[in-house]
T-cell receptor, first 113, second 114 residues
C-alpha cells in the first residue's frame, strides 16, 4: 500500500507570512499533483510535477519534486486570506496503477487578515 | 470551472438502500475515476473507467460498482448502503495519454446514510 504523509495537518498563520507544506512517501511516483479544495467543493488541480528535482512556480506558490520522486513540497510566499483552504498532494505510481491517485490526508491552511 | 459535472449535489438515504450517482466528464476526456472522501480526510480511489471498461479498482467491496457510457459519462452505484458510506463522492475526468494522468474533479455528491 502506497502512503503519502502530509505535514503539517493544520496551519494557522497571519497574512504576509510564508509557509511550507510537505508530502512524503516511501514509494516512487511517476507524477505528483497538488490540489486545493474549498469546503463543499471538489479539489482544484494546481500543478503536476513529473521529473525528479523539478521546481514549478505559480505566482506566490512554489512546488518542488524530490530528486528520488518520493517527496514534494509546496511553499507559499506572503500568504493571503484567499489562500485559505485544504491543500492535498496526490501521487501516481504508473504501471498497473496508472491513473490511480493516492492522496495525502491534507493540510488545512487558515490565513488570518 | 473544470467542466466536470455531478448529480445530485446532496443525497440522503437510509441503511440498506441503493444509490446511483452520476458524472459527466470534461469535453475531450475519455477516462473517469471515482473517489470517496470522508470528512477530514483525503480522497480514496474507488475505481476508474476507460472506454466503458473498469480499468483499476481500489480497496472497496463489490457492492460499489460503476458504468461508463459511450459519451464517457459515468455512474457510481452503491448497494446495501452502510452508515460508513456517508461521504463526499468525487468524480474526476482525464485524458489518458502520455506518461501521466492529470485528473480534473467535479464538485462532488454529498451522500448521507442514516
Amino acid at each position: 500500500t502506497q502512503l503519502l504523509e502530509q505535514s503539517p495537518q493544520f496551519l494557522s498563520i497571519q497574512e504576509g507570512e510564508n509557509l511550507t507544506v510537505y508530502c512524503n512517501s516511501s514509494s516512487v511516483f511517476s507524477s505528483l499533483q497538488w490540489y486545493r479544495q474549498e469546503p463543499g467543493e471538489g479539489p482544484v488541480l494546481l500543478v503536476t510535477v513529473v521529473t525528479g528535482g523539478e521546481v514549478k512556480k505559480l505566482k506566490r506558490l512554489t512546488f518542488q519534486f524530490g530528486d528520488a520522486r518520493k517527496d514534494s513540497s509546496l511553499h507559499i510566499t506572503a500568504a493571503q486570506p484567499g489562500d485559505t483552504g485544504l491543500y492535498l498532494c496526490a501521487g501516481e505510481t504508473g504501471g498497473t496503477s496508472y491513473g490511480k491517485l493516492t492522496f495525502g490526508q491534507g493540510t488545512i491552511l487558515t490565513v488570518h487578515p | 470551472e473544470t467542466g466536470v459535472t455531478q448529480s445530485p449535489t446532496h443525497l440522503i438515504k437510509t441503511r440498506g438502500q441503493q444509490v446511483t450517482l452520476r458524472c459527466s466528464s470534461q469535453s475531450g476526456h475519455n477516462t473517469v475515476s471515482w473517489y470517496q472522501q470522508a470528512l477530514g480526510q483525503g480522497p480514496q480511489f474507488i475505481f476508474q473507467y476507460y472506454r466503458e471498461e473498469e480499468n483499476g479498482r481500489g480497496n472497496f467491496p463489490p457492492r460499489f460498482s460503476g458504468l461508463q457510457f459511450p459519451n464517457y459519462s459515468s455512474e457510481l452505484n452503491v448497494n446495501a448502503l452502510e452508515l460508513d458510506d456517508s461521504a463526499l463522492y468525487l468524480c474526476a475526468s482525464s485524458k489518458t495519454s502520455g506518461s501521466y494522468n492529470e485528473q480534473f474533479f467535479g464538485p462532488g455528491t454529498r451522500l448521507t446514510v442514516l
